[in-house]
C-alpha cells in the first residue's frame, strides 16, 4: 500500500507509537489522518500539529460503540477508509494469573477486543468495495513473552492470532492484514513500567527486561510500518532478531522455555544485587560518593 491519497485512522495515536504514525503517514502524503486517542487533549494536539491532512476524535476502543462511531464518522467527513491501525494497547496489570479479575478483563478488551471490533465493523465495508487494509499492533510479547507481565503477553499473543485468521480468512476478499511486533520501543508505557514501579516489582522486571534488549524510538517503528505496508507484509518486525528469536522458539520449543526462565532469573539476581548496593552504600566526607554529588 502507497499512503499518498489515502484516509488512515490511528487508534492511540495521542503518544507513542501512535502519534509517530499519524507524523509519518501525513509526510507519506495521506490525504486525511485521523487521530483517535481516549485522550481527546492529546489527540487534538497531534492533529493540530499536522495541520488540515489530520483530525481528532475522543475515542475509547474498549467500547464497540465507540469503534463504530469512529468508523463512521471518519467516512461520513472524509471518505471510505483504507488503512485502520488498531494501535491502541495498554500494559496494565503486570505479574501472572494472580492479577485481578477486573485487569484481565480490561487488558481484553484495550489489547484485542478492540481490534475484533474494527474488524467486524470494517470488513463488511471493505469487501463490499473491493478492498482495505488493517494494521493491527499486537508486539514481540505476542510471539515470544514478557517476562512477569502475563496479561500482555496473553492478549498480544491473541492479538497476533486474530491478525492471522483476518488475513488467512478475508485475503481473497481483498482485505490486507499486517500485523505490527516491536520489541522494546522508548514509550511511555515501557519507559513508565521500568522506572515508576518498585524494585522487585513485575511491572518494573516486565519493562526492564525489554528496555535492557534495546529500545527504539517510535519513529523508527512509523519506517518499518511504511516500509511493511509498501510490501504487504503480514509480519512488521522493527527488530529484525524478533524474527530470528521466533524461529528459535518454534525449532526447538523447551530450550526456548528454559532459556527464557534462564534470563528472568539473571535478571533478578541483578536487581537484588543493585538493591543491596543501594543499601549498603553510605557515601563519605571527600569519598567517591561526595565527589559525584
Given at each position: 500500500m502507497e499512503l499518498r491519497g489515502k484516509v488512515a485512522v490511528v487508534t492511540g495515536g495521542g503518544n507513542g507509537i501512535g502519534r509517530a504514525l499519524c507524523r509519518r503517514f501525513v509526510a507519506e502524503g495521506a490525504a486525511c489522518v485521523v487521530v483517535a486517542d481516549l485522550g481527546g487533549d492529546?489527540?487534538?494536539?497531534?492533529?493540530?500539529?499536522?495541520?488540515?491532512?489530520?483530525?481528532?476524535?475522543?475515542?475509547?476502543?474498549?467500547?464497540?460503540?465507540?469503534?463504530?462511531?469512529?468508523?463512521?464518522?471518519?467516512?461520513?467527513?472524509?471518505?471510505?477508509?483504507?488503512?485502520?491501525?488498531?494501535?491502541?494497547?495498554?500494559?496494565?496489570?503486570?505479574?501472572?494469573?494472580?492479577?485481578?479479575?477486573?485487569?484481565?478483563?480490561?487488558?481484553?478488551?484495550?489489547?484485542?477486543?478492540?481490534?475484533?471490533?474494527?474488524?467486524?465493523?470494517?470488513?463488511?465495508?471493505?469487501?463490499?468495495?473491493?478492498?482495505?487494509?488493517?494494521?493491527?499492533?499486537?508486539?514481540?510479547?505476542?510471539?515470544?513473552?514478557?517476562?512477569?507481565?502475563?496479561?500482555?503477553?496473553?492478549?498480544?499473543?491473541?492479538?497476533?492470532?486474530?491478525?492471522?485468521?483476518?488475513?488467512?480468512?478475508?485475503?481473497?476478499?481483498?482485505?490486507?492484514?499486517?500485523?505490527?511486533?516491536?520489541?522494546?520501543?522508548?514509550?511511555?508505557?515501557?519507559?513508565?513500567?521500568?522506572?515508576?514501579?518498585?524494585?522487585?516489582?513485575?511491572?518494573?522486571?516486565?519493562?526492564?527486561?525489554?528496555?535492557a534488549q534495546g529500545a527504539i524510538e517510535p519513529e523508527d517503528v512509523a519506517e518499518a510500518v511504511v516500509a511493511g505496508l509498501a510490501d504487504e507484509r503480514f509480519l512488521i518486525l522493527p527488530h529484525p532478531e524478533v524474527l530470528d528469536y521466533f524461529r528459535n522458539k518454534a525449532g526447538d520449543y523447551d530450550r526456548w522455555i528454559g532459556g527464557m526462565r534462564k534470563l528472568g532469573r539473571g535478571h533478578r539476581r541483578r536487581r537484588r544485587r543493585c538493591r543491596r548496593g543501594k543499601l549498603g552504600r553510605r557515601p563519605r566526607p571527600g569519598g567517591a560518593g561526595a565527589a559525584a554529588r
Open positions: 492529546a489527540a487534538a494536539s497531534v492533529a493540530a500539529g499536522l495541520g488540515d491532512a489530520a483530525a481528532a476524535l475522543e475515542v475509547n476502543v474498549a467500547l464497540e460503540g465507540d469503534v463504530v462511531r469512529l468508523v463512521e464518522i471518519t467516512e461520513d467527513r472524509y471518505g471510505p477508509i483504507d488503512l485502520f491501525c488498531s494501535n491502541a494497547g495498554i500494559a496494565a496489570p503486570a505479574g501472572g494469573v494472580e492479577a485481578p479479575t477486573e485487569g484481565w478483563q480490561q487488558i481484553w478488551d484495550v489489547n484485542v477486543m478492540a481490534h475484533v471490533y474494527a474488524a467486524r465493523t470494517l470488513i463488511p465495508r471493505m469487501v463490499d468495495r473491493g478492498g482495505g487494509y488493517l494494521l493491527n499492533t499486537a508486539s514481540a510479547a505476542g510471539l515470544l513473552t514478557n517476562l512477569g507481565a502475563a496479561p500482555y503477553s496473553v492478549t498480544k499473543h491473541a492479538a497476533v492470532g486474530l491478525a492471522e485468521w483476518l488475513a488467512i480468512t478475508h485475503g481473497d476478499q481483498g482485505i490486507k492484514v499486517s500485523c505490527l511486533c516491536p520489541q522494546g520501543v522508548r514509550t511511555n508505557m515501557l519507559l513508565g513500567a521500568a522506572g515508576d514501579a518498585p524494585d522487585g516489582d513485575p511491572a518494573q522486571l516486565a519493562g526492564a527486561v525489554v528496555l
